[in-house]
């Protein structure tokens, strides 16, 4: 597709134009069911073809268990601000990988659904670039580390279509529309409405088809 090859392009040009030293730094963004990991997906594949050494990583490896990231009195406001562990996520692995290339660092890691953490090791060596991809990335705390900021612009609409015919976190149908919209959603507003995402990035995707 023409949009994924100006993201390729993009990324190729960003990587040329840095110190061989470092590993380029590519946030890919959007609201939840965005469609984040198919693009993240393709991009890789594509990169990794042009030959570009490639760390892939998923920011919901560095989810908060359920009882810190859900509380009832403020769903919404909760899950926006303690959702991910990104101080840690930051800290440990994502600025050591792009000032060196590498790192070889076990942290503890959730998925969706779980109630406990399990270890998991992120290894990389001579990394050319670093594909980070998550919600609330852009944050404006956090998205001065980025090289290259890419938002995935989708429709609250499309983005629960996708979450529906995935089994988002394993729920019914109707879990997932009141997940969405009583918890997902309503955090993404805030997030929206207080640090600009889409304004802010460098590069904005169309994934929007219904």
């Known amino acids: ?12 040009q960003k990587r040329k134009a ?39 990583i998923n920011s919901d490896g560095w989810l908060n268990l359920p009882p810190v990231r859900f509380h009832r009195q403020d769903p919404a406001r909760d899950f926006y ?17 792009r000032g060196t290339r590498g790192v070889s660092v076990e942290a503890d890691f959730a998925e969706e659904t779980a109630m406990t953490f399990r270890k998991h ?3 990389f060596r001579n ?22 900021k890419i938002w995935i612009d989708c429709s609250f609409e499309r983005a629960l279509k ?17 997940s969405f919209e009583t918890i997902y959603f309503p955090a993404q507003r805030i997030h929206l409405a207080r640090d600009n995402p889409r304004e802010t990035a460098d590069i904005v995707f169309k994934n929007d088809r219904l």
Do not use: W
């Open 162 to 178: 996708n979450a529906i015919e995935r089994g988002q976190e394993g729920l019914s149908r109707e879990e997932t529309v009141r």
């Open 81 to 97: 601000e303690n959702a991910i562990r990104f101080e840690e996520m930051f800290e440990r692995v994502i600025l050591p990988l």
């Open 18 to 56: 840095l110190s061989p030293r470092k590993a380029l730094l590519v946030g890919i963004s959007g609201i939840d069911a965005a469609g984040k990991g198919f693009v993240t997906a393709r991009v890789a594949d594509s990169l990794q073809k042009c030959g570009i050494r490639l760390a892939v």
């Open 1 to 12: 597709m023409l949009e994924d090859a100006s993201l390729i392009s993009a990324i190729i």
């Open 127 to 148: 990394i050319d670039a670093i594909l980070l991809e998550g919600i609330f990335l852009f944050k404006p705390k956090y998205r001065g580390h980025f090289d290259l």
């Open 121 to 123: 090791r992120y290894a």
